[in-house]
């Protein structure tokens, strides 16, 4: 009888050893397939940043060359700026009121496609 106690004790220490071990597999699966959504995510996202720093450069500078040549044919120093200042705020209105939902939406699903990807 002892001998049979034994034996069950020693197959349900070996269950309990091989679920913790199923325990650990399992959460260092869900460790490394998260860490590999997330770089997937961010080696996608970064690209696109540092392209969007570029031609923000290049707009900045077409725009300070838009202004001071609006200056000149205008007259006056500062009513180029005021121009480019103005159309800008007309396309933030733009953007704003009439975009913002249909780029929320863009921005999301590229985001959510990336991460199931």
Do not use: Q
């Amino acid at each position: 009888m002892t001998s049979e106690m034994e034996d069950n004790t020693k197959l349900i220490e070996e269950l309990i050893n091989k679920a913790a071990e199923y325990g650990k597999t399992s959460f260092e699966l869900a460790k490394l397939k998260a860490l590999d959504k997330t770089s997937d995510v961010i080696s996608t996202v970064v690209p696109h940043c540092v392209v969007l720093v570029v031609l923000t450069v290049f707009m900045l500078f077409l725009n300070l060359g838009l202004a001071l040549w609006l200056n000149v044919i205008l007259g006056n120093t500062f009513y180029g700026f005021f121009v480019v200042a103005a159309f800008y705020a007309v396309i933030a209105f733009i953007l704003h009121f009439f975009m913002h939902t249909w780029l929320k939406r863009h921005v999301s699903d590229f985001l959510i496609k990336h991460a199931l990807k």
